[in-house]
């Protein structure tokens, strides 16, 4: 495709209800990055995949988050019993690279969660 | 972990330069530097990267002294469309490389 795309867009989740967040990364991208983004704040990392590998997860914040990317394209963030805590914008981004420094990754516009 | 340190917020008027400095006193030999644009509602945009001196592309330049302890986005002739937060970003995304952080931001206003 011509860009990361992410559905849905947004999503209100009751708390304590799951929820499964996708990212289309751009077509023959081998990295894919999602992040959390707080209201006021920069991205924060939470995992990394390289194709269908999930090389980091240090930055999922509990157990109840879980990544994955089974056929090397696309993937999906799940988190599990929703918190209020957890409302956020969920930004996914892909890279042609491993995401090394000097690769250029590239966003998709999010999934704004509201947990209610 | 290489840490970076921007204001936190720069107000400017249609037509001038703009430059945002950014320091990260602990960047390593391999680290490059990476500037980010978002706009509310939506994911960052690339915008310039270099791993020393000059760099210069249609949108802006990034000034990287010697030391690479800083570095120094520069908007050309700013518009009201360049509001915006801008983002230094040093090092690699993938924390097997080294991870970093966008930290939180320039969020530049430009004023008619």
């Known amino acids: 495709g011509a860009g990361v795309s992410q559905s849905p867009r947004y999503k209100v989740a009751k708390r304590g209800q799951d929820v499964a967040l996708r990212c289309d990364p751009i077509?023959?991208?081998?990295?894919l990055f999602w992040y959390q983004q707080a209201l006021g704040q920069g991205p924060e990392f939470l995992t990394y995949f390289q194709n269908e590998a999930q090389l980091d997860k240090s930055g999922l914040p509990s157990d109840r988050f879980f990544a994955e990317r089974p056929e090397g394209s696309v993937s999906t963030l799940k988190i599990q019993r929703t918190q209020q805590e957890d409302s956020a914008v969920y930004l996914c981004?892909?890279?042609?690279?491993?995401?090394?420094?000097?690769?250029?990754?590239?966003f998709g516009e999010g999934s704004w969660l509201t947990v209610v | 972990l290489a840490k970076t340190t921007q204001p936190i917020s720069m107000d400017s008027y249609e037509g001038q330069e703009v430059n945002i400095t950014c320091s990260h006193n602990?960047?390593?030999?391999?680290?490059?530097i990476t500037w980010y644009q978002q706009f509310p509602s939506q994911g960052p945009r690339f915008i310039i990267q270099?791993?020393?001196t000059k760099v210069t592309n249609e949108v802006a330049s990034l000034f990287i002294p010697a030391d690479r302890k800083s570095s120094t986005l520069s908007l050309p002739r700013v518009s009201l469309s360049d509001t915006a937060v801008y983002y230094c970003l040093v090092g690699a995304v993938n924390t097997n490389a080294g991870k970093s952080t966008f930290g939180d931001g320039t969020t530049l206003t430009v004023k008619p």
């Open positions: 602990n960047i390593a030999t391999n680290d490059y």
């Open positions: 077509s023959g991208h081998v990295s």
């Open positions: 981004a892909s890279s042609w690279e491993d995401g090394t420094s000097g690769n250029t990754i590239y």
């Open positions: 270099g791993y020393k």
